[in-house]
T-cell receptor
Framework: GESVGLHLPTLSVQEGDNSIINCAYSNSASDYFIWYKQESGKGPQFIIDIRSNMDKRQGQRVTVLLNKTVKHLSLQIAATQPGDSAVYFCAASIQGYQKVTFGTGTKLQVIP | EPEVTQTPSHQVTQMGQEVILRCVPISNHLYFYWYRQILGQKVEFLVSFYNNEISEKSEIFDDQFSVERPDGSNFTLKIRSTKLEDSAMYFC????????????FGPGTRLTVL
């Protein structure tokens, strides 16, 4: 089966700095990856996704990088703001299936 | 902006009792999901539902669990005989299509089994 892990349980960054959250996955068949943000007391919120035929995708202030060779992905947040403080989950899925396997989460703390 | 809603926000029940958690997915979505999150742990997939039947389920989703779409708007998760270890946040999600598509999550129901 798939296991998805995050390298650090907590990440503290200064407001305005860039944040990088890393994630590793185990199943080489996984071909769709999603980053979710979860604020306290709320459900996961979609941030950005990437398919395995890409190695980089950019959104508004966020970039996801995918390295299929080492089964690693990262989320980069530019100019981190206090509102970015949350738990971030990476998740993986396989095309044709609805099941999404979540990682354990990294708590991002933004220091004003 | 359309959103997934869930009721109740918090459910307290005695061990062995049946509970029904309710969700109203986004109206034009076709795929529906239940996930759970034990306090401080990761989100775990339970089940996906499409075209009035279960399309996928995890090993967590045993005979104590069932899902239903009783009408055109609601999607429910029933736990027949709750156990202490069922205490968790339960999230409903929906998506416009299956496979590689964005799932929208509801705010969750906190289930506490005493």
């Amino acid at each position: 089966g798939e296991s998805v892990g995050l390298h650090l349980p907590t990440l503290s960054v200064q407001e305005g700095d860039n944040s990088i959250i890393n994630c590793a996955y185990s199943n080489s068949a996984s071909d769709y990856f999603i980053w979710y943000k979860q604020e306290s007391g709320k459900g996961p919120q979609f941030i950005i996704d990437i398919r395995s035929n890409m190695d980089k995708r950019q959104g508004q202030r966020v970039t996801v990088l995918l390295n299929k060779t080492v089964k690693h992905l990262s989320l980069q947040i530019a100019a981190t703001q206090p509102g970015d403080s949350a738990v971030y989950f990476c998740a993986a899925s396989i095309q044709g299936y609805q099941k999404v396997t979540f990682g354990t989460g990294t708590k991002l703390q933004v220091i004003p | 902006e359309p959103e997934v809603t869930q009721t109740p926000s918090h459910q307290v029940t005695q061990m062995g009792q049946e509970v029904i958690l309710r969700c109203v997915p986004i109206s034009n979505h076709l795929y529906f999901y239940w996930y759970r999150q034990i306090l401080g742990q990761k989100v775990e997939f339970l089940v996906s539902f499409y075209n009035n039947e279960i399309s996928e389920k995890s090993e967590i989703f045993d005979d104590q669990f069932s899902v239903e779409r009783p009408d055109g708007s609601n999607f429910t998760l029933k736990i027949r005989s709750t156990k202490l270890e069922d205490s968790a946040m339960y999230f409903c999600a929906s998506s416009g299509a299956g496979g590689l598509n964005e799932q929208f999550f509801g705010p969750g129901t906190r289930l506490t089994v005493l």
